[in-house]
């Protein structure tokens, strides 16, 4: 008998308009809630998913489609967000939403895809306290 993984990646693909926040910040309490983080940090992920994916959107080109992964690990949750940007720029490092990502998770980078391609990429790593 196989054991299912129950790390098992999430991955949400959605256009990028900000109507579907509601459903990713949905999803990462449920992906949070299986990871065994507490309440609060269960609010403190679904923030941050909120923050990377507002910043993803803000960048994104029109029409384009927003992928979410959401990763458990063995002390908590990695989520990334990308998007093809209409720019080829990273959100401010400098802005208070990065201020915010920061105080909410334990890691916070963004990065352009690969080959130079237009797409925008943040991740978040939110570990569990105990």
Same mark, same amino acid.
């Given at each position: 008998?196989? &054991? ?11 256009? /990028?308009? *900000? ?6 910040? +949905?999803? $990462?309490? &449920?992906?949070?809630? +299986? ?7 269960? $609010?403190?992920?679904?923030? $941050? ?8 959107? /803000?960048? =994104?080109?029109? +029409? #384009?489609?927003? !992928?979410?992964? *959401?990763?458990? !690990? ?7 967000? =990308? #998007?093809?940007? @209409? ?5 401010? !490092?400098?802005? *208070?939403?990065?201020?915010?990502? @920061? ?5 916070? !980078? =963004?990065?352009? +895809? ?11 790593? @939110?570990?569990?306290?105990?």
């Amino acid at each position: 008998m196989t &054991v299912p993984d129950t790390r098992a990646d999430v991955e949400l693909r959605l256009p /990028a308009e *900000f109507a579907n926040l509601p459903v990713v910040r +949905g999803v $990462a309490a &449920v992906v949070a809630m +299986g990871a065994d983080l507490t309440v609060d940090e269960i $609010a403190d992920l679904r923030l $941050a998913v909120d923050e990377v994916c507002s910043q993803v959107i /803000a960048l =994104a080109r029109p +029409g #384009a489609q927003l !992928t979410c992964t *959401f990763q458990r !690990t063995p002390d908590g949750i990695r989520v990334r967000a =990308a #998007a093809p940007s @209409k720019t080829g720029r990273l959100p401010s !490092t400098d802005s *208070f939403g990065w201020h915010v990502l @920061k105080t909410l998770t334990d890691e916070a !980078t =963004a990065w352009l +895809g690969a080959d130079g391609t237009r797409e925008t990429h943040v991740e978040v790593l @939110k570990r569990r306290a105990r």
